[in-house]
């Protein structure tokens, strides 16, 4: 289903770029979607929602309560999966629903006149959103996992890709985890291998363990200071403590409440930032990363 988002009273709304998502502050709680439209339409915004069966509500409010015409709070645009700036050639690669912010990114990257393949792979055709409209672009190939007996070949499609070719994934944990093994067999550079998440990495820490301890979390511009106990994250901790935090999916994939760490050592549990982002600490999602010792102290 695609939901088309406008403005009140109207006009223009805030620019993004290819990649781009907003969350959806829906009764059953926030969730985020990619934008599908174009860039340059600054009146609106698209995003397509499935209705997977194993739905976590969002979906399901989205499919069945949310009618046109309604009011619902969204945020501004955020974008972790932005295209790199340059003129060589791009692999684009959907697994799903994860079409979404990948069609907008093909679209613009044919406009723009790059040289652009993609790659779109569903369980079945009628999985398959935008397929009709996609098909009849040149550099497009389905995959459709029941018809051809398994999913997609990844290493024949980076194998044979045209030297400095930049990789974008977007689709679900299993396929990013073949994705991004297969970038790292072939070595081709981290820098070419670009992916955007819609649920934990396969391989993202517990959220929660068995030696979580206690640890005290300061923050820097208000001066408060609040304890964070096993089982609690530091984003429930601030909250209750009446601490204003930025957030949006609490798991960990959407970056919304990145936070700069100016003390201490983040023991992180997130499936955003890059291995060297980890090892230099310097941010955080603090809706499911920890402490390493006693004491965090945090940009808020
Ligand atoms: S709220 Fe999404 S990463 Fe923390």
């Known amino acids: 289903m695609s939901v088309e988002l406008r403005g009140l009273p109207g006009g223009a709304l805030p620019p993004f770029t290819p990649g781009a998502h907003i969350d959806l502050h829906l009764p059953i709680g926030i969730r985020s979607y990619s934008l599908t439209n174009a860039p340059t339409e600054r009146h609106r915004y698209v995003v397509a929602v499935g209705l997977p069966a194993n739905s976590r509500g969002g979906s399901a ?35 799903g629903i994860g079409i979404t912010p990948i069609r907008c990114m093909f679209n613009a990257l044919r406009e723009a006149g790059r040289e652009v393949t993609l790659l779109y792979s569903a369980r079945s055709r ?71 998440r819609f649920s934990p990495a396969e391989d993202a820490p517990a959220v ?51 936070t700069t760490v100016l003390e201490g050592t983040p023991d992180h549990r997130d499936s955003v930032l890059s291995d060297s982002e980890r090892a230099q600490g310097k941010t955080m999602m603090i809706c499911v990363s920890r402490c390493a010792g006693q004491r965090l102290v945090l940009d808020l």
């Open 61 to 95: 409010y989205v499919h069945g309560d949310l009618k046109a015409g309604a009011e619902i709070e969204i945020s501004a645009p955020r974008n972790l999966f932005p295209l790199v700036d340059g003129d060589g050639p791009v692999a684009l690669i959907a697994g």
């Open 126 to 196: 009628q999985n398959a959103a935008f397929a009709d409209e996609l098909a009849q672009q040149p550099g497009v190939r389905f995959h459709f996992d029941d018809e051809a007996g398994g999913p997609p070949d990844l290493e024949q499609l980076m194998a044979h890709a045209p030297q400095e070719t930049h990789f974008y994934c977007c689709g679900p944990s299993p396929m990013l985890s073949a994705y991004e093994q297969t970038g790292a067999r072939l070595s081709i550079a981290a820098e070419r291998v670009h992916l955007e």
């Open 208 to 258: 929660s363990q068995a030696g979580d301890g206690v640890f005290t979390v300061e923050l820097a511009q208000s001066g408060m200071s609040v304890d964070v106990v096993p089982g609690q994250s530091v984003l429930d901790a601030l909250l209750d403590a009446g601490a204003d935090a930025p957030y949006s999916c609490r798991e960990g994939i959407c970056g919304a409440c990145e």
